[in-house]
């Protein structure tokens, strides 16, 4: 909590509040965690607290850095899930992995070597433990 506290110390928010700025915890990840990408980042804030709030908790952050350095590996593939279903459907569409697998295969590929990385699969939806053992790869 005294990574907290430091953070919140620099932030605009009054001392007395238990709050510190999104921007500042999108630092943390970048900075702490490594985390470059910023669409994702938006996406673990958003799974992490669902609220529109410009403003994370002390206790979102504590589950955060809790799951981060402590978690165990179900834990991290299930919260994984959650990052990617922000739907809340249970499962992931073809739209969703096309824009995940975008990101993340080479640039000189071309739209259409994702598009068939996609197809491959077969499926137009991943449920569960399925999807979950995909992400974890990636």
Do not use: W
Not at 20 to 39: E, K, N, P, Q
Not at 62 to 77: P, Q, V
Request: charged share 30%.
């Amino acid at each position: 909590m005294v990574i907290f506290f430091k953070i919140q110390k620099r932030d605009e928010k009054p001392a007395a509040s238990d709050l510190i700025s999104r921007a500042h915890f999108r630092d943390v990840l970048h900075t702490g965690l490594g985390m470059t990408d910023s669409y994702m980042m938006e996406r673990v804030m958003v799974a992490l607290d669902r609220g529109t709030s410009p403003f994370v908790t002390m206790a979102t952050f504590a589950k955060a850095l809790s799951l981060y350095l402590r978690g165990d590996l179900e834990e991290r593939i299930s919260y994984a899930f959650t990052c990617y279903d922000l739907l809340g459907e249970g499962h992931l569409r073809r739209e969703t992995m096309y824009q995940l697998m975008k990101k993340s295969v080479a640039k000189a590929s071309r739209d259409d070597d994702v598009e068939e990385a996609v197809k491959v699969s077969n499926l137009s939806r991943l449920q569960g433990r399925t999807a979950a053992s995909l992400t974890t790869c990636m």
